[in-house]
């Protein structure tokens, strides 16, 4: 069973551990292999959810499986209200990949952002040879809106960056065919 809940100081340690691994830190664009435990614990403090949401504002919330075990974060970064969207992120420690908790972890997410924030577009960002993220995304219903070619320099080589939307409408769609 997989469920979304706020951060809590405590997962810094277990947060650590998907910011130190070098595998996973090959899929973004911001090094956090140097994170301290302060850092960590500091970010989950600020991670606090808002009562009420003001634009430009984060919504980053831990994904708990069994016992409550935060396996990774998930976000709806720079929610605009005016405009009715938000930027997808997540992110997933190594014993929580390859069973579905990322796909479990982003319906859920995109119920809460479409259902319950009212929101239009959730799109998302992702390097272009994240292959396993993007059949992940793909998966979930996201759709392909371009892709930047060598827009960013990382680690001595250009890469490719992937733009993804999902609109109010589709998820509708996909939400009444998974018979919910």
Not at 76 to 95: C, D, M, Q
Not at 109 to 127: D, S
Not at 141 to 151: N, T
Not at 153 to 162: A, E, I, P, T
């Amino acid at each position: 069973m997989i469920s979304l809940r706020e951060i809590r100081e405590q997962d810094a340690g277990q947060m650590l551990e998907w910011m130190h691994d070098p595998d996973i830190q090959k899929g973004f664009r911001k090094n956090m292999l140097n994170v301290t435990q302060d850092e960590a614990r500091q970010f989950c403090r600020n991670a606090k959810l808002a009562k009420r949401l003001e634009p430009g504002q984060d919504m980053h919330l831990a994904i708990a499986g069994e016992k409550d075990e935060y396996l990774g974060t998930i976000s709806l970064k720079e929610i605009n209200p005016e405009f009715r969207s938000a930027e997808l992120a997540i992110v997933l420690r190594k014993k929580a990949q390859g069973h579905e908790v990322g796909t479990k972890a982003i319906k859920l997410l995109l119920k809460k952002g479409f259902e319950e924030l009212g929101l239009h577009r959730i799109y998302l960002t992702v390097l272009a040879d994240n292959i396993a993220a993007i059949k992940l995304y793909e998966k979930c219903g996201f759709v392909l809106e371009g892709e930047l070619r060598d827009h960013l320099f990382l680690n001595g080589r250009y890469v490719s960056w992937k733009l993804y939307g999902m609109l109010e409408e589709e998820y509708a769609i996909i939400n009444s065919s998974d018979g919910r």
